[in-house]
Every structure is written in C-alpha cells, then in structure tokens.
C-alpha cells in the first residue's frame, strides 16, 4: 500500500494526488452552499504533517504555479515539474515560519534528506498511474476530514461514527423515513438547523451519534451533518430535476461516500471488507431510493417529530450510560485527579450540548412528568474490584492528628481533609470532634472520645463503636507516628475516586429507568458536578497508596 512506504494514511495521499494531476479536483473541496465559500478541507485535517504543508501551499499558489511551469516546460515530465512547483511553495511557507519563530520549519529548511523525501512523493502521486479517482476526491477529503475529528485505535481506519445499541426493524424503518424525506425534499433539512451556543457545533439537533444503525448514523453524516454533505449538491437544488433525479443524485453520493469508508476501513475491519465484498452499499441505496417515495412515512413533512420521537429521545439514555462509562473506564484508572476532574467537567459540557440540541427540537411534551430525582445508594463492589476506602490510612491520619491536631492548619493534603474523606462512621466523628476542639483538648483521648460520641448524637447518628474509637485513642498515646500529610493524600484521592464512582453508577442506573430524556441529563449533570467538585478541590493531592508509617506498626484494628 502506498500509505505504508509514505508513512501516511492512504485517504490523505488521494487526496493530494488528485489535486497534483487535475487542479480543477479542487472545486470538489468547496462548500458553496455557504454565503461565503471556503474550503472544508482544512490542512489541520491531515494527520501527516507534511501532506498538510504540502495540501496548504497548493491552496496558497501551488496550483497555479504548477499551471505555469507546465506551459513553461511543455517538454519536461509532467510529475518532476509539479513536485518541482510544489516544493518551490512549500518552501516559501516553511521560510515565513522560520521566520515567526517555528524551529521544526527552520530545522526542515537545513535539512536535503526531509526535501528529497518530500519530493519524491510528490512526484509519484503526480502520476497518472496513482491508484485514486479524480472524480472522487470529494470523498477521499471526506474521510481525511472525518478521520481527524474520529481518531482511530486501528491504523488506517478513519473512524466509528456510533455504536449499536437495542434495535429492531421498527427503528430502522423510522429512521430511515427521516432520512428519505430529506431525499425527496432537501429542503426538509431547514427543520434539524438551530443556533448552537459553542460556534465549534454542528448547527443541526440531529446528529449521526444518534442513530441505532451505525449505517443509518454514517448516512444521515453524509447526507445533512458531514463535510461536503448531499444536500449541498448542484443536483439538490436543481429546479429542473424531477424529486426522484434528486434523489437518485444524492444517493449516489451518499453511497459512494459509504463505499470509500468501508474501503479505508477495511485494513483493519473484516466487516467493512465483508460489506465491500457483499456489495452492501448498492443494497442499502435500494432501501434509500423506496425510503425517499412520498408515501414511505404517513407525512414526511413530520420528519423532525418523527426524529425527536423515534431518534434522538430513544438515544440520549445510551448516550448518557456511555458518559457514565467513560468516567469508569478513565475517571478510576491511575490518572490524576486533575485529569479525573476534566473528565468529568467534559462530561458535563457534553450533557450540555445534548440538553441544547434536545431543547432546540421540536419535542411532544405531553404526558411527561417531572419526579423526584431518585437517589442511588453507593454500589457494592464485586469481588476483586477496588472499593476506594482505606481504613488502615483513616487510623493512621487520626493517630497522627490527634498527636499533633496543628497539622489541619499546616498547608498540605492535611488541611485540605474533609468529613466525607473518612469512611467509617468511628472515623468521621473522631475527625470532626478534633476539628471542633482546642488543640491540647483534641490531644486528650477520653475528651475527644466524648465529644464524637456528643456529635454522633447531635446528628442522629447510630452509636459509636467503643473498641475501634479506644484502639486508635491508644495507638495514639503509644505509638510515634509521622505527620499526616502522606495518608492524608491517598485519603481525598480515594474519595475523589469513590465520588466519581458513585455518580458513575447513580447515572447508570438512572438512563436505565424510564425518565423524560431532559430530567435524565439534568439529574446527571448533578451527579458529575458533585463528583467534579471534588475531584478539583482536591487534584493537588493525588499521591499513591502510604507507605506503612513505622516498621513497629500496633495493632489499631
């Protein structure tokens, strides 16, 4: 594959070919269904740094300097001029960077062996033996662009626009009434847009993430939300075509576009390959073509109330769960806490964004109540997985206070302890009894032991246990311990993780019930922002598991 010897995805170096041996390919890259027409491509799209240099300078002049050195050189070789005009502007660019400042341009312009390889790639994707289609950059620039906004795990598979979830027949036959009434009247497209809040959003409600069928979902990316989409064809908005030459129009496109992706994914995806060799595609613009009849749904001028009711609602429950399981697979792992609190505060930006596109659509409210919030117990832990408590480093924190309660002042995790960083309800009480007493009394185990038992009672709280209360008031006055400041560390890093835990599982079960979808993403984001808080009060204090704090260590169970 050509990818491997350029070390460069092989969407992206089609797409530079077809710029390289036709330059008219790039008016396949520009969006004039805007009021100011521009590229859609951007050169951030690549992944390969020097193919989006290289796709830079052609937009910039290389196109029409590569025109003028072929009439200057009509006998020469076609492909060598062309690398030659594109290195010349190339050059040019990497000079204007060196001289802002940029030292990998400066280091490229000293370096023969980086413009030697440079220019012989480009010379071979100027040939006219290059395996791409000028007439399909459009979807070659597609999939470039839909690769960089969908990473893959998988090389050279541009990306997974959604995963499946419960679905049947029924749905998909609803979902696809939505996509056919934009097929026999693009227009219908006008009602998905609205005016999101971030300008980074796409301006339609609907989105492919939406969709049950990941085919349904890449359909509705080609034909209304991605890059370069359907209804922005010539074809969409000929008055001279009948609605079924529209239509076939944009199925073409559409399914072309399926194909593309299922081509560059098949390297690392034996169903895409499947589905390339099963002439899948073809069979799915069958469906496309009897979904875009007028009689397909009852009115196809309902399109956005069949969307609300039969796409979007039914998808923000999945969607939700997969917040909550982003913050058990990343939030829980050995990361920060700093790192654990952006996860969390990104997922409250995407229950955001998710609460503005279900609010901008054209929602049924009927029949929908609004009941109270339903509160979840802290799950308990399956055998084998992690509880995020840690009861030896809760005595060891109060023996060490209570020897020297001056620490809760000194700056440090020690200060920044909370009630809730203690698990055991013995451990609570004695905390908030040291933080609520003078210094010297706090020092004074009979004392301190009577205050957390008055605390206890004053909130209602079951009796305290004597024995776990007089073992840490003993291993106090016996053993010499090391400040706090360590434990106490891994003390609020067990309660961030155990907060976001909890908020985890609460959402889980949550999507899992039959809620209005708005009540579902309000009580999540409540959820998420409790755990949030506390993951950014306390992202300074992120230390591992204490070392044990004396090699003489007594018994304070």
Request: a negative charge.
């Amino acid at each position: 594959m050509n990818n491997d010897q350029y070390g460069a995805p092989q969407h992206e170096l089609n797409v530079l070919s077809s710029l390289l041996r036709d330059s008219s390919a790039v008016d396949q890259l520009v969006d004039w269904n805007r009021p100011d027409p521009q590229y859609w491509l951007r050169p951030d799209h690549f992944k390969s740094a020097w193919l989006g240099d290289a796709y830079l300078a052609l937009l910039s002049g290389g196109l029409s300097d590569i025109e003028q050195r072929l009439q200057a050189f009509p006998n020469g070789d076609p492909a060598q001029v062309t690398a030659d005009a594109v290195i010349a502007r190339m050059g040019i660019l990497y000079q204007q960077r060196a001289a802002a400042g940029d030292l990998s341009a400066q280091a490229a312009l000293n370096s023969p062996e980086y413009w030697a390889g440079v220019h012989n790639a480009v010379r071979q994707m100027a040939q006219p033996t290059w395996p791409a289609s000028v007439e399909h950059a459009r979807h070659d620039a597609y999939v470039t662009a839909r690769a960089a906004q969908h990473p893959s795990t998988t090389a050279n598979v541009p990306f997974e626009l959604t995963r499946g979830r419960g679905y049947d027949s029924d749905a998909r036959m609803k979902e696809l009434a939505v996509i056919g009434a934009i097929l026999n009247n693009p227009a219908r497209a006008q009602q998905f847009r609205y005016t999101p809040s971030s300008p980074d959003s796409s301006p339609y409600w609907l989105q492919p993430q939406d969709f049950g069928d990941p085919a349904t979902a890449e359909i509705w990316d080609a034909l209304v939300t991605g890059p370069d989409p359907a209804i922005a064809l010539p074809a969409a908005s000929d008055p001279n075509l009948t609605p079924e030459q529209r239509a076939t129009a944009m199925i073409q496109h559409i399914t072309t576009r399926l194909d593309y992706n299922d081509y560059h994914r098949s390297t690392g995806d034996n169903a895409a390959q499947e589905r390339l060799d099963a002439n899948a595609n073809q069979i799915i613009a069958t469906y496309l073509a009897r979904a875009s009849a007028p009689d397909y749904s009852p009115n196809p001028d309902n399109a956005a109330g069949y969307a609300v009711s039969f796409i979007l609602e039914p998808s923000i429950p999945a969607a939700v769960e997969d917040l909550a399981g982003r913050v058990r697979d990343y939030g829980l792992s050995d990361a920060s806490l700093y790192q654990v609190g952006l996860e969390l505060s990104t997922n409250e930006h995407a229950l955001d964004q998710l609460a503005e596109r279900l609010d901008a659509a054209p929602r049924n409210l009927a029949g929908y109540s609004a009941p109270e919030p339903a509160k979840h117990a802290p799950p308990k832990q399956p055998e084998g997985q992690p509880s995020y408590t840690s009861r030896p480093a809760e005595r060891r924190v109060l023996v060490s206070l209570m020897q020297d309660p001056s620490q809760l002042h000194q700056a440090g995790p020690t200060r920044s302890l909370a009630e809730q960083d203690f698990t055991q309800p013995e451990h609570r009480y004695l905390f908030k009894a040291i933080q609520s007493l003078p210094p010297h009394v706090a020092q004074d185990p009979w004392l301190l032991t009577n205050q957390a038992h008055k605390l206890a009672r004053y909130d209602g709280a079951p009796a305290l246990d004597f024995e776990e209360l007089n073992n840490i008031g003993y291993a106090a006055r016996t053993l010499q311990v090391p400040p706090a400041g360590q434990a106490a560390g891994h003390l609020v890093t067990m309660t961030v993780r155990r907060t976001a835990r909890d908020a985890s599982t609460a959402v889980q079960a949550a999507a899992q019930q039959t809620h209005d979808p708005r009540l579902l993403i309000d009580q999540s984001r409540e959820q998420f922002q409790q755990a949030t808080h506390e993951a950014l009060r306390y992202h300074q204090q992120s230390v591992p598991e204490p070392n044990q704090y004396s090699t003489q260590q007594a018994n304070v169970a």
